[in-house]
């Protein structure tokens, strides 16, 4: 939910922050560009003012490494954060309790049931049970406004702010910085944060209130906390995996993605031969070529999505139901007080295991499109000279990367004139920057060792910077200047989105374009 908000308030801001940023560069800011947003400005420039004096430290070339950016966003924000952290435990408490005073007003109009009530009048039962439900929706409400208001006040205050801190500590510094490398570092610190309440929201209070869902149940029914945490995941996971599974499968291969560029492709080839009177018979022409042939497997991939995405929202309903036919097999619990509240905790540890679904899918898919690799490496080469799919022979993955750099790697960039441009390759090992100049090509962070006659194939999800370094590699697009920063660890969700790029070498192995 973090990252999903971190992106709407990106995009909402976004032509605000450019221009405001734009006036910060030339001077140009007054007061009347923070709108109702002065005094939060003023606190935030005065208890951000040592890091600001530890980052001008650094750009003078005084300390050897940045400062952090964490513990001063926690300085700043530690009332919000620790707000909306209690507030959720607070709700996930009440929520834990109020199972039990269903069942206490349940056992008040079931005379069979034992007498054990924690109050003496049903009115105060009933009174309790009435405040619980009201006080569940109230406080995840303040909770959410004081999240969209934290959030609000970063993109549109802190994170402006620190946008032209930085650009003019990088124009007045002693040692010349390069402004974006400074802004990236700062959204690199920033995202962590905002990645920390990802953990927190996805993680850490669902188990939370797992924990104490089990530890309520286990005082209702007896079972033991660690049954249950066994029987659900023992339930948990194999849902997870088919679901996985067919996603892996209808992910592979994007039929019919490959058939729209491949219509585009064939129209902006052949785009000066069309007439405008038979443009429509043309893309007909070249629709039906390409659909025909592929319509029953893209009917199948639709069906396997949809199969998919049933299993996902069925998920919570088969553990609660499944779990609670064996705890009342196994506890002989078929009193009403004990089976409604039993079966309240059951759905609410399903419901948190919704979250968890997300962390456990994740490292499935990943181990699954690891093993997608290795088929491609084991798989037969063809004689094409740029292949896809499982005809790679060796594979560069993309993944998540630390901020190391390796030694500059200088390329001599050939004529024009010459018809062959030859280039080194080398392994990617950790986040790679390229930088064009007139006579050289130089690409920082990239150490790739090829033997002669293999292939070698660039694998990674959207954004990962395949194209780029491709290209980079290649020199069949010249790149501008700048650098790839954002690099995401491959997933089998994302197969579709995944390209491979794939060249022999020659004898001297190098690549001849």
């Not at 079972?223 to 339930?235: D, K, Q, R, S």
């Not at 039993?342 to 997300?358: F, G, K, V």
């Amino acid at each position: 939910m973090t990252n999903v908000k971190f992106n709407i308030f990106n995009r909402i801001t976004h032509s605000w922050t450019t221009n405001f940023i734009k006036k910060a560069a030339k001077e140009e800011i007054s007061d009347e560009d923070y709108p109702e947003l002065t005094p939060s400005y003023d606190k935030m420039t005065t208890q951000s003012a040592s890091y600001f004096h530890e980052l001008k430290l650094y750009l003078d070339g005084v300390n050897p490494k940045p400062p952090s950016l964490y513990w001063h966003l926690f300085g700043i924000y530690w009332k919000e954060i620790i707000s909306i952290t209690v507030l959720r435990l607070v709700s996930m408490l009440v929520a834990a309790i109020k199972p039990l005073l269903i069942g206490q007003f349940i056992s008040y109009l079931d005379p069979l049931a034992p007498h054990e009530y924690w109050f003496n009048n049903i009115s105060v039962v009933l009174g309790l049970l009435l405040l619980t439900s009201f006080c569940i929706p109230v406080i995840d409400s303040i909770a959410n406004g004081i999240d969209a208001s934290f959030q609000t006040n970063f993109y549109m205050q802190f994170y402006t702010m620190m946008y032209v801190k930085i650009l003019r500590l990088s124009s007045t510094s002693r040692l010349k910085f390069e402004t974006g490398n400074l802004i990236n570092m700062f959204d690199r610190d920033s995202y962590k944060v905002f990645q920390g309440l990802t953990i927190l929201n996805i993680c850490v209070l669902p188990v939370v209130q797992i924990i104490t869902n089990l530890i309520f149940l286990q005082s209702l029914i007896g079972l033991t906390t660690v049954f249950t945490g066994i029987l659900y995941f023992a339930l948990l996971v194999p849902l997870i995996f088919l679901q996985t599974k067919l996603q892996i499968y209808t992910t592979r291969s994007n039929i019919l993605q490959d058939t729209r560029l491949n219509i585009l492709r064939e129209v902006f080839k052949n785009i000066k031969k069309i007439k405008f009177s038979n443009i429509q018979d043309y893309f007909y022409q070249i629709v039906k070529e390409n659909i025909d042939q592929d319509m029953e497997a893209i009917y199948t991939l639709y069906v396997l999505n949809r199969i998919s995405n049933s299993v996902a929202g069925s998920c919570t309903a088969i553990l609660s139901s499944c779990t609670f036919v064996i705890y009342s097999v196994l506890g002989n619990t078929m009193n009403p007080h004990i089976i409604f509240p039993a079966y309240l905790y059951l759905d609410s540890i399903a419901s948190q295991l919704q979250s968890l679904r997300i962390v456990i899918g994740k490292a499935l898919n990943t181990y699954e499109g690891y093993v997608l690799i290795t088929d491609m490496l084991n798989s037969e080469e063809k004689p094409e000279h740029i292949i896809t799919d499982k005809d790679s022979k060796d594979a560069i993955v993309l993944t998540q990367v630390t901020w190391k750099w390796s030694d500059p790697v200088y390329v001599k960039k050939l004529h024009d004139h010459e018809l062959k441009k030859k280039r080194y390759i080398r392994e990617i090992k950790e986040e790679f920057t390229w930088k064009e100049n007139l006579n050289t090509f130089e690409l920082k962070g990239v150490n790739v060792v090829i033997k002669k006659g293999e292939r070698i194939g660039i694998v990674g999800a959207v954004g990962a910077g395949k194209s780029t370094l491709f290209n980079g590699l290649t020199r069949e697009l010249i790149p501008k200047d700048g650098k790839v920063n954002k690099v995401l660890i491959l997933d089998g969700s994302q197969w579709n989105n995944c390209l491979l790029y794939s060249r022999t070498l020659d004898n001297d192995g190098l690549y001849e374009n």
